[in-house]
């Protein structure tokens, strides 16, 4: 092995965060290098958020085929293809994979593929296809080395990607299961729950030990979805918990604390993911962590001088566009740029399910936890003729601060939430008053009329309702 090649700056770890971060140090004339041990675009474009919304496009086809008579449209609905819905779903996934490699080329970074090991705080040893290769960065080297899916530690559900899964198979299934047991009610959960149900699974059920579906959500939004899903037909139980399961050859009984039992033909293990730093010199070089979590301050920079990191692995959101924005943060910071840190209460959590669920700002519950005086103003979708054009149900809930206060939150359950709650992160994070919104005049009708109407009447000027 030579002396190590120089860059301005090397990212470790190709996804989002780390995709992100490298594009913006090109374009700001820093000489860069992206190490991605697999394929860049990492987690959200090949195992997560690309290909699941993927599926529920399909989902969402198949909801308004099955259910076309309702609109006085003849069309008989004969089920899905799961290996045509798998073709369509790789379509999508390549496409956007070729992009992303072009884009990478263009705009002069470098990608080296391998594995690697932090030798130092700037330097890593990369076990390429043509041996070790020794790579520095002189301004800046930046942790994305991202998560993988969680295993529950309970006896009988060790995953085998086969009777027991996680999403990282899931996403790849050419069947549809028949009785799916989803254990996690977050994102993965909820919207698996969503596809395998419409695609014809004949029973499906999810189990989450905490008290509600989307747990960190606000609790309105929670027993909304809640309802919904149980009207589909899902089998909802919060509140409990797994403490084991038994396999046979064509099933799984998974047994719960309450002392009840069930029987399924998969379990979908869905409990969050973990971050990926084991074995990669991240301590010996001088990172702490923490549970496994790269420990950083505002500016996503480590305890190790010119060491940075970003993504999953330092378990903040964990969510794409909020890794983008670190990536973003990062690559101005090292280039000497003036940078404002992340307001992560103002990023949008969004989930896919159906109904969809979205929201930006404070809880509920946070506010009542922090001693914050507020009143809510909840605006349901019942009364806005473009949701009930689509047989939608949910609200657009609102909470402003008491006595003419700025609003604080904004939760969404319902149609489209995951591309209205655009206009809601604008109105939170730039700390508008309610009746500043009530004077923005929303296209009729539009289900984004839902956020207008709710702040018409916090603001005391309501409208429909």
């Not at 594995?115 to 130092?120: D, E, L, S």
């Not at 700390?431 to 603001?459: N, R, S």
């Amino acid at each position: 092995m030579t002396a190590a090649e120089t860059f301005d700056v090397v990212v470790l770890g190709g996804g989002t965060g780390g995709y992100s971060c490298a594009l913006r140090a090109a374009d700001l004339g820093l000489r860069t290098a992206v190490v991605e041990r697999d394929k860049v675009g990492g987690t959200c474009l090949h195992r997560g958020c690309i290909p699941a919304k993927a599926l529920l496009q399909a989902a969402e086809v198949a909801e308004h085929a099955a259910d076309a008579a309702h609109y006085g449209v003849r069309a008989t609905f004969h089920g899905v293809d799961p290996v045509a819905v798998q073709r369509y779903k790789q379509r999508i996934v390549d496409t956007n994979h070729k992009g992303l490699q072009s884009t990478l080329r263009r705009r002069g970074v470098e990608v080296i593929a391998g594995t690697a090991r932090m030798t130092n705080a700037t330097t890593l040893d990369v076990d390429t296809a043509d041996g070790l290769r020794r790579v520095a960065a002189t301004r800046g080297l930046v942790l994305a080395t991202g998560s993988a899916p969680r295993a529950l530690p309970v006896e009988g559900l060790d995953v085998d990607g086969h009777r027991v899964i996680t999403s990282d198979h899931a996403l790849f299934l050419e069947r549809v299961p028949e009785r799916p047991i989803i254990i996690g009610a977050s994102a993965v959960g909820v919207e698996f729950a969503t596809i395998w149900k419409t695609f014809g699974a004949r029973s499906v059920t999810v189990i989450e030990a905490l008290p509600a579906v989307v747990p960190r959500e606000d609790v309105d939004t929670s027993k909304a979805l809640a309802s919904a899903l149980s009207k589909q037909g899902i089998d909802v139980r919060t509140g409990v918990s797994v403490v084991g399961a038994d396999r046979s050859s064509d099933a799984v009984r998974v047994r719960l604390g309450d002392g009840t039992a069930l029987e399924g033909d998969i379990v979908l293990v869905a409990i969050g993911r973990a971050p990926v730093s084991d074995g990669m010199g991240f301590s010996e070089a001088g990172v702490t962590l923490d549970r496994g979590y790269v420990g950083v301050n505002e500016w996503c920079e480590t305890e190790a001088a010119g060491v940075y990191a970003i993504g999953d692995v330092i378990g903040r959101l964990g969510l794409a566009h909020s890794s983008f924005q670190e990536g973003f943060l990062v690559a101005e910071r090292i280039a000497g740029r003036s940078v404002v840190p992340i307001d992560y209460a103002g990023t949008p959590r969004v989930y896919y399910c159906h109904p969809e669920v979205a929201s930006v700002g404070l809880t509920e519950q946070q506010l009542t936890e922090r001693g914050i005086p507020f009143q809510s103003q909840l605006h349901p979708f019942s009364h806005n003729a473009r949701a009930m054009m689509t047989k939608a149900s949910g609200h657009v809930k609102v909470l402003v601060g008491a006595e003419g206060g700025p609003v604080l939150g904004v939760h969404i359950v319902g149609p489209r939430a995951t591309d209205i709650i655009g206009e809601a992160q604008l109105i939170y994070s730039w700390e508008a008053l309610p009746t500043e919104v009530a004077q923005f005049i929303h296209p009729h009708p539009t289900l984004v009329e839902a956020i207008g109407e709710a702040h018409m009447a916090a603001a005391g000027r309501p409208l429909h309702g």
